[in-house]
């Protein structure tokens, strides 16, 4: 049996969203929350909220090890057998996970979301928290997880507004 990780996902709301980049949506949305092909959740409709909708809703989901990105889907009711797609949000699972977080963190989070052609097309709020299954207590250990590169200034330079530019330089 694979080793996973249980993500209690709160969905919250979406902003802007539009059918198709011409007209909003009007109602009957719903969020689709996948990590691999065998755990997909779903919320329940938002009926009134047309192109800004709230949920408030969380799902629990079942993470492999082995997932490496979590896909947040939007879409909208438009018959009792057809759904139209509005946007995904491909999340990196290193967003929310790593010796930085310790386990049961709770991270609220917005991400822009694509359509088919990879437009803009809204924005989802979200708060996620993992939990170990099976009593293991480090979500992730240090032995697998990949430190972020280091930046370092370019020749010491500081930009008029306060912000460092430099290169990543990755250590071995």
């Known amino acids: ?55 408030n809703e969380k799902l629990y989901v079942q993470m492999p090890m082995h997932v490496r990105f979590l896909n947040i889907d939007v879409q909208c009711k438009v018959s009792s057998f057809a759904n139209k797609f509005i946007g995904r949000a491909k999340i990196p699972v290193s967003d929310f996970t790593g010796p930085y977080f310790p386990e049961n ?35 992730l250990s240090y032995s697998n997880y990949q430190l972020p590169p280091r930046i370092t200034p370019m020749a010491g330079k500081v930009s008029s507004y306060g912000m460092v530019t430099g290169l990543p330089v990755w250590n071995s």
Not at 23 to 48: A, I, M, Y
Not at 119 to 136: L, W
Request: net charge positive.
């Open 1 to 55: 049996m694979e080793q996973s990780y249980s993500l209690e996902i709160t969905i919250i709301s979406c902003e802007g969203l539009r059918i198709n980049r011409q007209k909003s949506v009007k109602k009957n949305t719903f969020v689709t929350v996948q990590t691999d092909s065998q755990n997909v959740n779903t919320t329940q409709l938002d009926v009134e909220g047309g192109s800004y909708p709230v949920w």
């Open 105 to 139: 963190y709770l991270h609220i989070l917005s991400y822009r979301l694509r359509d088919d052609n990879m437009e803009r097309n809204g924005i989802i709020n979200f708060s996620i928290r993992m939990k170990a299954i099976g009593g293991h207590h480090n979500v």
